[in-house]
Nanobody, 126 residues
Framework: QVQLVESGGGLVQAGGSLRLSCTAS???????LGWFRQPPGKEREFVAA????????AYADSGKGRFTISRDNDKNTIFLQMDNLNPEDTAVYYC????????????????????WGQGTQVTVSS
């Protein structure tokens, strides 16, 4: 089992920045980790993911150039640095972990059995 706890959400003005954190516990060795989000009234969507080593990343087009995913395996934590936020980024952000060790981070997009955190709210005001 894997447990994921997100933090760092909040209210920010358009153009501002936030840094989300997700700390994983349990059987996390080798797992790719990533972020999804669910805007109000919409389905959950992929945001970014990172491999166990941190050497491979994947991003949705919506975040390219503005979002940066990173990880600190010593702390079992991943981060999502979000810059130049806009109101369309308003959503509940969820941390996700793949179940297959050393699978590519992009696999999180299509996995049907990811582990999930409880989510953290990000609100961007205009």
């Amino acid at each position: 089992q894997v447990q994921l706890v997100e933090s760092g959400g909040g209210l920010v003005q358009a153009g501002g920045s936030l840094r989300l954190s997700c700390t994983a516990s349990g059987r996390t060795f080798g797992n790719p980790l990533g972020w999804f989000r669910q805007p109000p009234g919409k389905e959950r969507e992929f945001v970014a993911a990172i491999s166990w080593s941190g050497g491979t990343t994947a991003y949705a087009d919506s975040g390219k150039g503005r979002f940066t995913i990173s990880r600190d395996n010593d702390k079992n934590t991943i981060f999502l640095q979000m810059d130049n936020l806009n109101p369309e980024d308003t959503a509940v952000y969820y941390c996700a972990a793949g179940r297959t060790p050393f699978s590519p981070p992009g696999a999180l997009r299509t996995n049907r059995d990811n582990y999930w955190g409880q989510g953290t709210q990000v609100t961007v005001s205009s």
